[in-house]
């Protein structure tokens, strides 16, 4: 038995959940993205209280690491941790990209599919990855310029499902009949599914060196 409360804030819209065993009790959205710093601890206090659950309770906290979102990533894992130093609970970090790609798996499980999601991160850029039905990483995560020969050598031989906020960039371009679009589905299922597997499998994560995953080199002016 496993209750985690797990915390997303990697891309527009976040949300905080409690779920027992990977299966969400209840769990709180925002759609304004400049808010979700304030969203957090509000929620996490709000949903413990409603479903009377005590922080001695709580066996572990998830969190997305990214890509996504540079500011949402950094506070994110930083309520995060507080959360686990204070309570003296283990953390649980999952890829946003594959939470993404998971989701959609549980709606398009085919084998004949690689899964790509897409993270908007301006222009004609993205975060992608790339992954199989089992959800190994085929192509960690890495950020690109999307054109008309991206993901043309495993296209050749496999269908691919591109999805995510980042989809139409390429969509717009491609012409390859292997490439499947779809809109993404709401992924904090998938983020407590994951965790919990995790929890179960003990693999936690360094509180003093877990760092968002931004998946470019960080532009600092100074």
Do not use: W
Not at 3 to 20: F, G, H, Q
Not at 86 to 99: E, S, V
Not at 163 to 174: P, Q, R, S, V
């Amino acid at each position: 038995m496993a209750t985690i409360i797990n915390i997303d804030s990697s891309l527009e819209t976040a949300s905080v959940s409690i779920a027992k065993n990977g299966i969400i009790l209840q769990h709180f959205v925002n759609d304004l993205q400049k808010q979700h710093a304030s969203f957090l601890h509000i929620a996490v206090q709000k949903l413990t209280n409603d479903l009377q659950i005590s922080f001695d309770e709580v066996d572990a906290i998830g969190c997305t690491i990214g890509p996504g979102s540079y500011t949402g990533l950094r506070v994110g894992l930083a309520a995060a941790k507080g959360f686990c130093y204070a309570l003296n609970k283990p953390l649980i970090t999952i890829g946003t990209l594959q939470a993404m790609a998971h989701s959609m798996q549980i709606h398009y499980s085919e084998k004949s599919f690689y899964y790509c999601p897409m993270i908007d991160a301006r222009r004609m850029e993205v975060y992608t990855a790339l992954f199989n039905n089992e959800l190994e990483e085929i192509k960690v995560a890495y950020a690109v310029v999307i054109n008309e020969q991206f993901c043309e050598p495993e296209l050749a031989n496999k269908k691919i499902l591109f999805f995510g906020n980042g989809m139409e960039k390429y969509k717009n371009i491609a012409t390859n009949k292997h490439a499947v679009f779809a809109d993404i589905k709401d992924i904090y299922n998938s983020i407590n599914i994951l965790s919990y597997k995790k929890f179960m499998e003990k693999k936690f994560a360094s509180l003093a060196a877990a760092a968002p995953l931004y998946a470019k080199e960080f532009y600092n002016p100074v």
